[in-house]
């Protein structure tokens, strides 16, 4: 077969609905194999399985085989998938499409764009999608765009080491206004804690956050999606501050004299 | 009292040795607080507990309080500290000393270095301290080591957003052989997975690897510390990859035209 192999991952599990819409549009784009979580792993950041063992189960959706799931996070999926569950090499991963949005600060704690991250890593072409929402599912048009960027993705390759990250509106087709090239934005929760007593007199808690946007400009991914548009944002993990490398350098940095101390 | 609040963490576990030593070093520095993981936390990422409450117990070492044991992740810790815990804001998150380098493309999966990293979106100066072994536990020039930078981040500050990840061999104080700015290396594990059948005839799989180094040049932090020499590179979390934002407007990515497809 001719069809390009697209590994499918996701992180709120494989009986999520937007898994479903994701693999029924990539169908058109190529062969699509499913490698995702049995339960729901958000916020798991770049989490990895070291220290238990990784299961597999074929798991079946709507009376026909739909995919793997495994007893581990989204980037576990993808290792597992690449190397031992796969018969080739897939030639794109694609993970979502994620019920919340994936933008500024955020994207840290993502293990939707962990999944995609962990496809750059292996050396595979890689996208997260996501839908800007909690509650609405409407997932069709995002799950076709995602179909059009795959194609474009198979088309003209990316870099090394770097993935697109995705983030749809959640409206009908003809609400949205168009798609923009995008960079993460620096925008990040106010967060604090809810501190409760448990029905044991035991003190807990619970972490609550309320959106602040801090960043602003007409290129920022999370303005973007406010202003009804798709934002795309090329990400990679060289994390290094390479400006401040420079200004470090006046620091005089040595070993430490330990004999002064 | 005068002395700068250092918060410090790590993803070993409360109990860990190297948290010991940071502390204990850190104590010349500043009044230290401890808020770290109960339990061994290792390869979490950039993980925070959403979906569980948490819970907070004072912990003794040699017969003392030592610090607050949180049955989270390292970021959990540092959001909890500074949110509830501590009486004042910080003046300096520190973390580790982690048992085991965090270098390269390691730095995404690093309980160790997340935690600094919650230190700067929350707007406090954060270092990340390990020692690049897994086995030989010297921690006490790395301690020096974290006190003096602690000094030098104390009276220089740090850019918004900007952590020191600091990388430090396992060797004594005069076989170290210099101490070097770094960039983040490209260098990766080549990972497989051993497929094992358990007693009760079911497979599973273990993630395993051996390392493989890809890149090459004289800052790169972990070809520094193979030299005997202290990585140390500041790194940031705008994952924007600009120079391929540039290219990618070459791509004239529009909205999908449905319609057609």
Redesign the interface.
Known sequence: MDKPLILVTNDDGIYAPGIWHLKKALN?VGQVEVVAPMA?K??????????D????VEVEREGGFFGYGVNGTP??CV??GV??LLNDKPRLVVSGINLGPNTA?N???SGTV?AA?EGT?IGIPSMAVSLTTFSRKEFS?AA??A???AK?ILE?G??E??LLNVNVPPLP?DE?D??V?T??G?G?YE???D??V?PNH??????TGKRMVLDNGDDIDDLVVMQNK?S???????????D??E???T?N????D?KQ?
Chains 1, 2 share one sequence.
């Open positions: 058109e729901e958000s916020a798991v950041g770049h989490a990895i399985t070291l220290s063992p990784l299961r597999v980037a576990d290792k597992l190397h031992c600060t994207i840290i704690y962990s991250a890593i048009f076709k765009v179909a059009y960027l474009k003209n990316l870099p080491g770097t087709e949205i168009g798609l090239l960079r993460q620096k990040r967060e604090s804690f501190k409760r448990d035991r003190t807990y808690y619970w972490l798709i795309v944002t090329p990400i990679h993990y060289d994390l290094t501050n390479y401040f490398l200004e470090l350098k620091w940095l040595k070993l430490p330990t101390s």
